[in-house]
């Protein structure tokens, strides 16, 4: 049996740290502010931003949530971004994706004051990410390396396939992992859903991250005995046996890799609760930064 990489463990204990510093951030005066705009009603975006702020009370981390409907148009959406930039209580600002059709989330990204940007998408944050000063770290890639950091296993030297290449997770990723520095110096290979003869990569690398966004994509016959599977994947199926009429599934088939890899991260209880931990890290960062 592989060892299990445990996210709720692993972000459970990173929640720790970050209440204990919002406390000393706290006894200093300040106080850590978040600030979420969500627009429209989309079900999963509404779940997303229902976590986001219940960590953030659990952390001590001041928490707005700004609701606008499904019709606001850009030019109101970037004047409640302005706003909050001009707001000097909050530090940290999100623009819950995806938006409504017909309005551009890369120009809300981009509208938002790089000192709060702390889902790191403006583009003079990712261009200091890439020259290896980062401001802020991705959270879905920042939670990646870090369950590798905490449970012990080898990144620098190793061979590192990454299976998908979203601005979000692949890029950004593959740009960390591969930094001259104690958590990189890995060599990578980015993948994707179009790569020819994909089992050839993937049965070569130490280890493999797949976020691609297909359900089993990834099985056991493209992996090797020695290897780490991280599954970032996030994907609804059908199932009339639940409830909500859907289970949550990675992009690995977790069955066959476990029958081979030496390490593994589940779908749900991985990388998805390491993503809310390391934003509440880039809040208190923002703070700091700020004050």
Do not use: W
């Not at 599977?229 to 069955?255: C, H, M, Q």
């Amino acid at each position: 049996m592989p060892t299990i990489i445990d996210g709720k463990k692993i972000s459970a204990e990173i929640r720790q740290e970050v209440k204990t510093e919002v406390s000393e951030i706290k006894a200093r005066g300040m106080e850590p502010h978040l600030a979420v705009i969500i627009v429209g009603s989309d079900p999963g975006s509404q779940v997303y931003v229902r976590n986001k702020h219940k960590a953030c009370e659990e952390a001590g981390i001041r928490s707005t949530v700004i609701e606008m409907p499904e019709t606001t148009t850009q030019e109101q959406l970037l004047a409640q971004v302005e706003k909050l930039n001009q707001d000097k209580t909050v530090h940290g600002i999100l623009v819950q994706s995806p938006v409504p059709k017909g309005l551009s989330e890369e120009k809300a990204f981009e509208s938002i004051h790089p000192l709060k940007d702390v889902d790191c998408f403006h583009p003079q944050n990712v261009g200091l990410l890439m020259l290896g000063r980062p401001r802020f770290l991705p959270a879905t890639p920042a939670g990646v390396i870090e369950l590798l950091v905490r449970y012990n296993i080898k990144i620098s030297g190793q061979y590192v396939v990454i299976v998908g290449r979203s601005n979000i997770v692949g890029k950004p990723l593959a740009g960390m992992l591969a930094q001259k520095s104690e958590r990189g110096n890995a060599t990578v290979t980015v993948c994707h859903t179009g790569t020819k003869g994909l089992a050839y990569y993937t049965k070569q690398a130490d280890i493999v991250i797949a976020a691609a966004g297909r359900p089993g994509l990834i099985t056991g016959d493209m992996l090797n005995s020695n290897c780490t599977v991280i599954d970032v994947g996030t994907n609804r199926i059908p199932d009339a046996t639940k409830k909500s009429g859907y289970s949550l599934v990675g992009d690995v088939d977790f069955e066959s890799a476990s029958k081979v890899a030496a390490n593994i991260s589940p779908v749900p209880g991985g990388v998805g609760l390491m993503t809310i931990a390391m934003l509440l890290k880039n809040c208190v960062m923002a703070t700091k930064l700020q004050s």
